[in-house]
């Protein structure tokens, strides 16, 4: 037997009160050293305190408990703490290009615009949204190095108001919960540090640069780092400060972490409570005097900081529990006492027997409220208060199966992606519960937090409604999966993503596995990170999703990954394989799908070993866009479609189309009139090439197997066409010299004889061809081949900036390419002239391969989401002998009686409902029995089909659904012996006719 309990260690050797003790030198936005940061996998964090449980300090537990009122989230219950102030909200903001044009002070942010944060800058109108599968989406892959050309950057700025006693014996921390990908941060003008995580908070104490009333707050973000390299997910790549900002503020001496376990005793009826705790004391002085170590001891007036002495010796304090059930009535309260010296921080641990706990499950997801408060010796009043909710549950692995409180669990799961249409990365409260109360409502009982750390609201709310989790490390490598064994400087990175997920998360009760990464290959870093999971956190499991079968030597279970269902049964039938099996992804849920589901669980059924999985995935990834159409001149009507964020601007040719090479393009939907397969063909553009070069130029394409006007390198213009016989047939010149910055006319020509590539008038090149053209299904495309420019494409596109582009079914001649006409003739005419706003669309960027939900963006359901629901449902209802109403009852809840909810049967001959009533079904979890429907046999009429269908229904009110909602349901034939219709002879059927 595997028992997963025991103690959650706290992190060793801990600088005092977490912080770093090495004071790191001021700098503006201008001094800043990127390579040394940006390009360097060892450097993580700057100045940032050590990972820890998100804190929200009370004055008291009794306002701890106000503010946790309706189980709020974690967001809600920071709104009501007195020592808490959201970041939330408009910032100064300036976006550019690259870091030599973003500011190198904040002298003139009365003139930056103003950005929503938490928020990623590309739903702001800021940069580029960019979809991959497998790539990173920045060129050129060279870790741990990021582009020296194009690298945007956002800087933020904002004031905030300090309380006059948050600067009085206390210290006061800045977190940020997420910003991608790497952050410099300054306070007052100050430096504070610097942040790499991406998908995990970053926190500095701040208190030494705070004054009270208005203070500053800047930030610098950088969309790639070294960091990107750990981040090919497949996914929409965002940039900014995405997740919640606050500050809040402590005692001088207050409790820095604590980690909660709950160990159930054999009988699965009493538990242990044991907190592991960690009290600090921040009033260190700093030698230095540059006010980053820490105020001296005693404060700059003497004060003692929240100390109940200033002799020197260790103080003393009372760490004091109080367990509340889930219903608020007191349970126990405990203490221990701890000595705190100056400057150091202690660890302490309370324990207490609680007799027969509600226990928590994905089922029944009961919650204590634990509050935490710090108590000077010889006082009442304490020093700070925190609460924590407890769910006492027990993991444990026991003959091949993951069992929650001894029993055996199916997981019922789904992959979810973080993803809003509207607002990208960032999810608010409301987007995340309305997530987990369809997923309940769908039979769904675990998530992957695929293939990242969540925001912390999910992991609270998943403990609040019931879900089975699997926490994610943000670590995937897909582009290069060898990245980890050939790379081995990222280690350190990989290292501290994994730590700051489990320091994070370790006291939610929903967790159950640590997973170690995504398509990241098998390596020592991964190895590392199963080590300190094992030692930190002996009460979860880990789990491993390499692409090649999701098994790894430290993993106590098998994640198997798009395997049929006949290939799943293998795994039970091996007999030198004994650990169970949960699908790490399976049955794809892109386009009209899902169709196995059924075959699936009719094995997880049958074998204990096979415990479910994850379908891949939960919501379609596509984002709303304005939709902005520039009209075709031609008359043909082929209007050409923004995609991205391209720019509008004047130029000394009128208006002109921008195009950055991060996915902007001009789409065309794909009419006949621009298939052109026949000899006779002119594609020709005006168009000025800018710096850098970004891998590819695409002007004017028909996919790849048809025409396109484009760059085959640097410095090598190319026009070609697929021959169906010969393959590509192609023409290609070097560039003038003075190619970039400057407006070219550039066309392609198929005159019949010849291809023809010219520019500016100038014929460069020629090469014969008197074959067809072929035909591909893709649109023209402007800026971007729609064949090859897709999700596992990863360079960038074209970054030029058209000013026309025309399509003839003719060959001009050099006559007319040399002249300045009218497009009369042409079936494409985008002069980028005009545009025209038209609503909004859904955007799937370069590929569809985003679109894979069981539901749409805007949390519709989609069919196979019903499918789903089907497959998973927790009640199996068979025909025994329908005709005698004989029906067998499986109860694959895990610990819910049928009894407490609602059966109800119909008979009905396909139209009418003939009879109906309730089923009494008195089912125990994990059990079968049989039942007998009430119902006589109807008067059977000729011909007629009778069908008899059970559905069992929630009988209360929940969380997630009102009473009524269908849980599971079953429907099948009832064969009474009908008597045959009365036959007709045909001639006695009346005559048709058919009218043209």
Request: negative net charge.
């Amino acid at each position: 037997m595997l028992l997963a309990s025991g103690g959650v260690a706290l992190l060793p050797g801990l600088a005092a009160g977490g912080r770093t003790d090495d004071p790191i030198p001021d700098r503006s936005p201008g001094d800043l050293d990127l390579e040394a940061y940006l390009e360097n996998p060892a450097m993580v964090a700057e100045n940032q305190t050590e990972p820890h449980v998100p804190t929200i300090p009370y004055p008291s537990v009794e306002a701890a408990l106000a503010g946790d009122r309706r189980c709020a989230s974690p967001s809600e219950r920071r709104d009501r703490s007195p020592f808490v102030r959201s970041l939330e909200g408009e910032w100064e903001f300036v976006w550019s290009l690259t870091p030599d044009g973003s500011p190198d002070d904040f002298d003139a942010v009365n003139d930056w615009d103003q950005i929503n944060v938490p928020s990623v800058w590309q739903t702001e109108g800021y940069g580029h949204a960019m979809y991959r599968n497998v790539p990173v989406p920045m060129t050129p892959y060279e870790p741990p190095e990021v582009p020296d050309t194009i690298n945007p950057v956002g800087t933020y700025h904002r004031t905030v108001t300090v309380p006059g006693n948050w600067t009085n014996d206390r210290r006061t921390f800045l977190r940020f919960e997420g910003i991608k990908s790497a952050a410099f941060v300054w306070v007052n003008g100050r430096y504070v540090g610097y942040d790499q995580g991406s998908m995990t908070p970053a926190e500095f104490d701040v208190t030494d640069a705070l004054e009270p009333g208005k203070n500053t707050v800047a930030v610098q973000v950088y969309r790639w780092s070294d960091g990107t390299y750990l981040e090919n997910q497949d996914m929409w790549h965002f940039a900014g400060i995405y997740r919640d900002a606050y500050l809040y503020s402590t005692p001088q001496v207050h409790l820095r972490d604590y980690a909660v376990r709950t160990d159930v005793d054999e009988s699965y009826e009493d538990a242990t409570l044991t907190i592991d705790a960690e009290v600090a004391d921040l009033s260190t002085a700093d030698a230095d005097g540059d006010g980053r170590g820490g105020k001296k001891r005693g404060g700059e007036n003497g004060k003692n900081h929240g100390r109940a002495n200033g002799n020197g010796t260790p103080d003393s304090y009372a760490l004091r529990a109080q367990l509340f059930d889930p219903g608020g009535d007191h349970v126990t309260t405990f203490e221990e006492d701890v000595d705190v010296p100056a400057g150091d921080s202690v660890g302490v641990t309370l324990e207490t027997d609680v007799s027969d706990p509600h226990k928590w499950s994905a089922e029944h997801p009961h919650l204590y409220r634990l509050g935490l408060e710090l108590v000077p010796s010889g006082s009442n009043r304490p020093l700070e208060a925190q609460l924590e909710r407890v769910g006492f549950r027990e993991y444990e692995i026991v003959d091949g199966q993951v069992r929650v409180n001894g029993t055996p669990v199916e997981f019922r799961g789904v992959n979810r992606h973080e993803h809003d249409p509207v607002r990208g990365r960032t999810m608010t409260t409301e987007r995340i519960r309305e997530d987990l109360e369809l997923l309940k409502r769908s039979n769904v009982n675990a998530i992957r937090t695929s293939h990242y750390p969540n925001d912390p609201e999910f992991a609270a709310l998943a403990d609040e409604y019931g879900f089975y989790v699997q926490d994610e490390v943000n670590a995937e490598t897909h582009q290069n999966e060898e990245l980890v064994n050939e790379h081995p400087e990222f280690d350190p990175s990989f290292m501290d993503r994994f730590r700051r997920m489990v320091q994070r998360d370790k006291n939610h009760p929903s967790i159950f596995t640590w997973s170690t990464g995504n398509e990241a290959g098998l390596g020592p870093a991964h190895v590392e990170m199963a080590d300190y999971a094992t030692e930190v956190d002996d009460t979860r499991f880990l789990y491993h999703q390499a692409n090649n079968g999701g098994v790894a030597p430290f993993a106590p279970i098998i994640g198997p990954r798009y395997v049929s269902p006949d290939e799943l049964e293998g795994f039970a039938l091996d007999e030198d394989e004994d650990r169970p099996v949960i699908m790490g992804e399976y049955s794809h849920a892109m386009g009209n799908s899902l169709g196995l589901m059924e075959p699936f669980w009719e094995r997880i059924h049958e074998y204990d070993q096979l415990q479910g999985g994850f379908v891949w995935d939960w919501v379609d990834q596509t984002l709303y866009e304005d939709l902005t159409i520039t009209p075709d001149e031609s008359g043909t009507g082929n209007d050409g479609a923004l995609h991205g964020n391209p720019s509008i601007v004047e130029t000394d040719r009128g208006s002109a189309l921008a195009l950055s090479g991060l996915d902007d393009w001009v789409e065309l939907y794909r009419d006949p009139s621009l298939d052109v397969t026949e000899p006779g063909l002119t594609v020709e553009t005006v168009v000025k090439p800018r710096e850098p070069w970004t891998g590819a130029d695409p002007y004017v394409t028909k996919g790849d197997t048809q025409y396109a006007l484009q760059m085959a390198d640097e410095d090598t213009l190319e026009w070609f066409v697929y021959d169906p016989d010969e393959e590509w047939v192609t023409v290609s010149a070097p560039v003038p010299d003075d190619w970039t910055g400057s407006w070219h006319h550039v066309a392609g020509v198929h005159t019949g004889a010849e291809l023809q590539l010219y520019v500016d008038g100038e014929l460069l090149e020629t090469t014969e061809h008197d074959g067809e053209i072929g035909h591909a299904r893709q649109p023209v495309n402007v800026g971007r081949n729609a064949t090859l420019h897709t999700d596992g494409y990863g360079d960038w596109l074209s970054n030029a900036v058209f000013d026309s582009v025309r399509i003839y079914d003719r060959a001009l001649s050099p006559a007319e390419l040399a002249s300045d006409r009218a497009a009369d003739d042409a079936i494409l005419d985008l002069a980028f002239e005009e545009f025209r706003d038209e609503g909004t669309f859904r955007s799937y960027g370069v590929s569809p391969f985003c679109i894979n939900g069981t539901i749409f963006a805007d949390r519709t359901p989609q069919p196979e989401l019903w499918e789903l629901k089907k497959a998973h449902q927790p009640v199996g209802i068979d025909p025994i002998d329908p005709v005698a109403g004989v029906v067998e009852i499986h109860n694959r809840f895990h610990f819910t009686p049928l009894s407490a909810l609602e059966a109800t049967w119909e008979l009905t001959d396909g139209e009418t409902v003939l009879q109906d009533g309730v089923l009494s079904l008195e089912v125990e979890p994990g059990t079968t029995r049989d039942a007998t429907v009430p119902f006589d046999e109807p008067d059977l009429e000729p011909g007629a089909e009778y069908w008899l269908t059970i559905r069992v229904t929630l009988a209360e009110d929940t969380k997630w659904a009102d009473a009524g909602h269908e849980v599971a349901f079953e429907q099948f034939a009832v064969p009474f012996d009908v008597p045959e219709p009365p036959l007709k002879r045909i001639d006695s059927m009346p005559s048709t006719s058919v009218s043209r």
